[in-house]
C-alpha cells in the first residue's frame, strides 16, 4: 500500500521534465485523493467481505432460537444489569453469593424484588427490605424473564382475602405466629436475623412469602396450605392489622415489655411526682 | 372560746356531739379515738410509698369483685359466639369465653378488667419502691425485723397473685407460662414430678389447674395478705413511723403531723389519686389484649412471649442460663432449668427476707433505730444494695432481650452471651461505683460543716490572693474550722438552704404580696425576736428549729 | 355506770352516773374543762397522749385575698371532679343510646374504640382531681402543725407482772410436773395435726405409675394428621417446608406433648445430615420428624430457620440443629429433641413407625429410668 504520509512522497525521477511547481504539486494532490479513496474503499470492501462470511459461517447461537417475548427480553436485560453478578449468568447461581434461581418462579421474584430485598445490597445476616428499585413494569419484566427461564410457582390471582378470618386466626398462630408473633410484630431469629413486621406488607407479598419461602422462612406450598387457607391468614392478618385497639392505646401489641415500661414510667412517675408534691423533702 | 354549756358544763350541745356521747355511753371508744386522733405521723414523701401500694390493694380488691361476677374458672371447650369476629367459631375454654365476653359484651367490662390488671402491676411496682425505701434507709432493723419479714413474704404473695391473675384467661401468652410452671415444677429434683402432679391433678394440661389457679387468687391468697397487711401496718402504728434525722428529732420522738386533720386529708387524697392513676391507665392504654394472643393452644406460641414484668427477672434468668444439665448415678437428672428458677428465686428471696439479722450478725449492731440513715452514710448496705438491684435489673433486661434484639438490630445470640457476661461482671462494678459515690458524698457533708458554704463571693485579700468567702454553719475554732459534728441530716450545701435568700413571693400565675413588702418583713425578722416566735428558736445543732428554710410557701 | 334500781323486773330508770374513770378526770373537774377554750382542750387531750404542738403556722387569714384565691381553687377542682364523674355515667349510660354504640366493631377508629379510652379518661381524672382538691385544701387551707410525739419504752412493771401471771397459771397447772399429760398432749397434737392435712392427700397421685410423662398418642400406625384432622402425603411439603402434625386418634390435636413437626429437608441439608446414633432409620427419604415440645421448659419449639437449618424456640432462644438430630447447639436446652420414627402405611399416608423412645418435653429427675 501506499504510504499514509503525504510528505513522504517520493520525489519524481531524476531530472524533471519541465513542469512548473504548481503543476506537479497539483498532480501529487490529486494523486494523493485517489489513493486515500482507494485506501478507504478497499478497506471497506475487506470489512463487508469478512462480515458477510463471517454470518455465513459463524455457528448458531447456543441458546435459543424460539423467539422471546418482549418483557422477558427487557426482563433478561435487568437481570444482567442486576442480578446476574450474584444469581450467574444462566440463573444458576454463584456459590458463596447468590443461590440457584432456578424453580423459584415469578411469585418469588415478585416478593424479592418488591419487598426491595433484592438486589441485595451486602452479604449479612438477613435481607431486609428497603425501597424497591425497579418500577412496577420492571417487575413484571424480570418475573417474566425468570419464569420463563426457570419456572416454579406462580402469582395468584382473584381477591386475596376471600377467606374464613377465625380460620385464618386459627392457622397463624399455629404457622406464623412463632416468628411473627400473635399479631405480625416480627420477631427475633438466631445470630442477628429476624422475621419482619407485616404490617407494611401487602395482601400478594404476604401470599408469594408463604408461597416461596424467602430466605430462612419455611416454604408453604399449596399442599401444606392451601389457596383458600392462604387468603384466610392474609384476611386475619391485615383484619387485625387495620383493626382499631378498644383498650385504647396499643402500646405496639406487643405485650408485659411495654406494659411494664409505661407502668414505671408513667405509673410510678406520676405517683412519685404526686407524692413529692404531698409530703415534705427532709 | 369558751364551750357553751346547757345542763352540765361540758355536755354536748349539738346533735352529732349527743350521738358520740351515746355511743361513747355503749362503747367506751373516747380514749382510743382522742389516742388516734392525736398519733403523729412524720411526712417525708418517701414514707408515702407504702401507701401507694395499700390503696393499690384495695382497688384490686374492689375491681377484682366486679371481674369475678362475671369469669368462668372452667377449662371446658366451648365455641365462642361473641362480638368479636375474628375468633368467632373457634373453640376455646370457657375461662377465655369468659374473659372474651366480658371484655367486649360487657359494657365497661374491658374498662373494668384493664384498670384491675395495671392496678396489679403498680401494686407489685409500688412494693418494691417501698422496698428499695426501706432497705436504703435502714428502716428495718430492730425492731421492725418482723414487719421486713412480712413485707417480703407479702412480696412473693403479691408475685403468685400476679401469675396466678393472668393466668386465668387462659389465653397463648399465658398459657406459655403455664406450661414452663409445669417445666419448673418437674426441674424440682426427687419430688418434682410428685408436686408436678398434685398440683396440676396429673400431666400437663389437665382440666383443674384453672380452677385451682382461681381459688388460689380469689381467696386464699387475698386472705392471707390481708391479714398480712392488717398485722404490718399494726406493728408500724404501735412502733410508731421511723424518722429521718433533723432538728428535734430523737430516737424518742416523732415529729410531723398529727393524723386528723392533716394526716388523713393527705392519706384520703393519695387513696384518690392512686385510683385516679390507676383509672387513666385503664382507659387510656390497653393491657392485655386477650383477644389478639388467642386462646391457649399447646402447640402455638408467639415471638415475644414475656410474662408480667414482675416475673421478667426469673425469665431472663432462665434465658441466660447455660445448658448443664446434671446428671447423678444411677440415671438421675437435675434438670438445668432448676437452677435458674427455683434456687435463683428462693435464694434471692431467703437472702432478702434474712438480711436484718445478716446485717446485724455482721455489724454487731444489736440497738434499737427509730431514726433513719441517709444511704451514703452506710456505704456497704447501699452498694450491696445496688449491687442486688442491678442484678435483678440486667436479669429483667435479659428476660427482653429478643425485643431488644429485633428492635434495635442487635444479634439474638450476642444479647443472650451479653446477658450471660454482665450478670458476672456488671454488680461488682456496681458495687464498687457506688461505694465510691457515697464516701464522695460524705467527704462533701463533712467539708461543708468544716469549711462552710461557698458563696461565689470572691474576695481578694491585702497580699493579692484571690479566696473565696464561706459561710460557716455554726462556731468556729481557733483554725476557723467548724465545729458542728455530722448529725445525720442533710446538710445545708446552698446560701439559700440556711434563709440567706427572700422567701418565695407567694402566688402560682401572679404574685399576690409585693416583693418590697416581703423584704421590709425579712428585715424585721431579723432585727427583733418577737416573743412566742417559737420557730426563731435555736435547736442545739444551731440552727434554727425548723433549719431556717422559707417556710412551705402556701402554694 | 349502773341503773338506780337493780331489782329483777324493775323497770330501772335513767342512768347514775358511776365512779369516775380515774386518771385526768381527777385532775380536771367538769367545770374545769368547760371553762378552757377548744384550742386548751385539744392540747390538753394531746398532751395526756404524749404529743406536744410545737408550731402552728395558721392557715390564710380569714377574708384574706389568700384565702378567697385558696377557696376558689379548691372548690374548682373539686367541682371539676364532679363534672368529671358525672361525663363518666353520661358516657357510660348515653353509649348506645343517645351516643354511639359502644359495641367492638371491626373499625379503624370510632366509638368503640373510644368507649373504653373515654371512661378512664372521665374516672381517672375525677378520682385524680378529688384526691388534688383534698391535699390543696390540705396545703392552703389548714393550719400547718408540727407536732412531737414521745415514744415510751417497754413497762418493765407491765413485764414482770405479766410473766408472773402466765408462769403463774402455767405453775399452778401442774403441767410441768404432770408428764403422763403433757406427753399425750404432745401425741395427741402430732396425730391431730396430721390428720387434719391428711385430706389434702387427695391431690397425690403417682407420675410413674404407667408413665403417663414418658409415653405419648404416638404409636404403631398411628397417621400423622394436620390440625383439620387431613392425613399428610409425602409430596405434600415442599422442600424445606415445616408443618404441625397431630396424632390421628380423638383429641389429638389437644394433646399437650403430642404435637410434632414434620420437617421436609431440602437436597442439601440431607447432604449434610447426620442423624443421632441409632435413629438414622427414623427419617422417611428426606422427611425427618421431631417432637415440637421444647426439652427446655416445654414450649412449642417452632421457629424454623430452613437455611441455617436450626429450630429455634422462641421462649428461651434454645436452637436445635435439624441436620444433627435436632441436637441443641446454643441456648438453655441440654437435651436432642426426641424423634418420632416415620413409616409410610399402605394407603400412602404417613405413619408412626412407634412412640418416642424417649420422653417428650422438659427434663426431670427420673426420666432416664422410667
Known sequence: ?282 | MAARTTHAPGAPTTRLGQAGYELDDRIIVAPWLRRTLNKVYPDHWSFLLGEIALYSFIILLLSGTYLTFFFDASMREVVYDGSYAPLRGVEVSAAYDSALRLSFDVRGGLFMRQLHHWAALLFVAAIVVHLLRIFFTGAFRRPRETNWILGVTMLVLALLMGVTGYSLPDDLLSGTGLRIISAILLSVPVIGTWAHFAVFNGDYVGEQIIGRFYIVHVLLIPAILLALIGLHLLILVKQKHTQFPGAGRTEHNVVGNRLFPTFAAKATGLVFVVFGVCALLGGLVQINPVWLWGPYNPAQVSAFSQPDWYIGFLDGSTRIFPPWDINLPGDYTIPALFWPTVVVAGLMFTVLALYPIIERKLTGDTASHHLLQRPRDVPVRTSVGAMALAFYLWLMIAGGNDVIADKFDISLNAMTWVGRIGIVILPPIVYVLTYRICLGLQQHDREILEHGIETGVIRRLPSGEFIEVHQPLGPVDSHGHGTLAYGGAPVPKRMNHIGAARRAIRGFFKPVEEPAQVDLEQLNEIREFPAGEESRELSPSGRPADSGRPQEPRD | MSTRDTRPGSTGGADVPGPLYGGPDDDYTPEQLAAMSREDLDRLGAHYDGVEILHVDPGPAPGSVMEKRAVRQVGLVFALAGVFAFLFVVVYVGSGWFLPDWHWQITESGWSALFTPLLGLCMGLAMALVGIGLVLFTKKLLPHETAVQDKHDGSHFDRVTAGATLVGGYHNSGLARRKLITRSLGFMAGGLGLMLIMPLGGLIKNPNKGDPLGTTEWAKGVRLVRNDGTPIRPGDQQPGSLETVFPAVPGGNRQADAATMLIRLRPEQLAENKPRQGQADFAYGEYVAFSKICTHAGCPVSLYEQETSRILCPCHQSQFDVTQGAKPVFGPAARPLPQLPLDVDDEGYFVAASDYIEAVGPTYWNRERI
Open chain 1, 1 to 282: 500500500m501506499s504510504t499514509t504520509n503525504p510528505q513522504s512522497e517520493a520525489p519524481d525521477e531524476g531530472g524533471s521534465p519541465a513542469g512548473d511547481p504548481a503543476r506537479r504539486a497539483r498532480v501529487r494532490r490529486r494523486s494523493k485523493h485517489r489513493r486515500r479513496l482507494a485506501n478507504v474503499a478497499g478497506l471497506m470492501t475487506a470489512l463487508v467481505l469478512t462480515g458477510a462470511l463471517y454470518s455465513v459461517f459463524a455457528p448458531a447461537q447456543a441458546a435459543d432460537d424460539t423467539t422471546e417475548s418482549a418483557a422477558e427480553a427487557a426482563g433478561r436485560e435487568l437481570y444482567q444489569r442486576s442480578c446476574i453478578t450474584c444469581h450467574g449468568s444462566n440463573l444458576e447461581g454463584v456459590p458463596n453469593r447468590g443461590p440457584s434461581l432456578i424453580g423459584v418462579g415469578e411469585a418469588s421474584v415478585y416478593f424479592q424484588v418488591h419487598t426491595g430485598r433484592m438486589p441485595l445490597v451486602r452479604q449479612e445476616a438477613d435481607a431486609h427490605t428497603k425501597p424497591t428499585i425497579f418500577s412496577d413494569e420492571e417487575i413484571d419484566q424480570l418475573m417474566a424473564y425468570v419464569q420463563a427461564n426457570g419456572g416454579g410457582p406462580t402469582l395468584p390471582s382473584g381477591d386475596l382475602r376471600d377467606g374464613d378470618l377465625a380460620e385464618g386466626g386459627e392457622l397463624f398462630r399455629l404457622n406464623c405466629a412463632s416468628c411473627h408473633n400473635f399479631v405480625g410484630e416480627g420477631g427475633a431469629l438466631s445470630s442477628g436475623k429476624s422475621a419482619p413486621s407485616l404490617e407494611n406488607a401487602s395482601d400478594l407479598e404476604i401470599y408469594t412469602a408463604m408461597l416461596t419461602g424467602p430466605e430462612n422462612m419455611p416454604v408453604f406450598g399449596d399442599n401444606q396450605l392451601t389457596p383458600d387457607e392462604k387468603r384466610s391468614i392474609i384476611n386475619y392478618v391485615q383484619t387485625v392489622k387495620e383493626q382499631a385497639d378498644p383498650g385504647g392505646a396499643g402500646i405496639g401489641r406487643i405485650g408485659p415489655v411495654s406494659e411494664g415500661l409505661v407502668i414505671w414510667v408513667v405509673g410510678i412517675g406520676a405517683l412519685l411526682f404526686g407524692i413529692f408534691w404531698m409530703g415534705s423533702k427532709a
